[in-house]
């Protein structure tokens, strides 16, 4: 026997047990494999028509999303028009308002200048009368002596004695 012919028979008792394997698997796992097969066939196709079936439903969401979307740019026109409406109202308030309550401002400033412009007119006419009689004083004191002080207070005894 040469080499070749031990790997010949090699061979064929290698083909002959893979033979005998499937036969036995046939044998004992074909209902098996072939109820798994189709098991797994019909979960595929489950799968397969619940894919499409989400197919569907995304093209419909697509189509209903552009049809909002070709809306949207009127919307978004109207929206627009109606933000810059308001505004304007908003604007045009509150400007009234800010002028309204500038001019209370001023009128409250200009109570409140005049109310101390006569404070002050006041004060200013009091220290006046003050500074005005403590200088006549000052000068009645430097002008008349003590003898002229008796004289006046005899000329006054005398009037009050003639009114009696």
């Known amino acids: 026997m040469s080499a070749d ?4 028979l090699d061979w064929a008792f290698k083909i002959f047990n893979f033979a005998v394997l499937v036969a036995i698997l046939v ?4 209902k098996p494999l ?5 098991s797994r066939s019909a979960g595929v196709q489950a799968k397969l028509d619940e ?4 197919y569907k439903e995304a093209e419909a969401l697509r189509n209903e999303y552009q049809a909002r979307l ?12 109606t ?4 505004t304007d109202k908003e604007k045009k308030k509150i400007l009234t308002e800010a002028t309204e309550f500038a001019n209370r401002i001023r009128e ?7 109310q101390e412009l006569r404070e002050m007119t006041a004060k200013i006419k009091e220290e006046i009368a003050k500074l005005t009689m403590a200088r006549a004083e000052k000068l ?8 002229d002080h008796e004289q006046i207070v005899d000329e006054f005894i005398e009037k009050l004695r003639s009114l009696n």
């Open 27 to 30: 044998k004992f796992a074909g």
């Open 108 to 114: 409250q400033a200009n109570i409140t200048y005049q």
């Open 83 to 86: 933000v810059q409406e308001d």
């Open 34 to 38: 072939m109820n798994f097969l189709r």
């Open 5 to 8: 012919s031990g790997s010949w």
């Open 51 to 54: 894919t499409d079936r989400l």
């Open 70 to 81: 070709s809306k949207l740019d009127g919307e978004i026109e109207d929206f627009k028009k």
């Open 140 to 147: 009645i004191i430097e002008k008349y002596n003590a003898k």
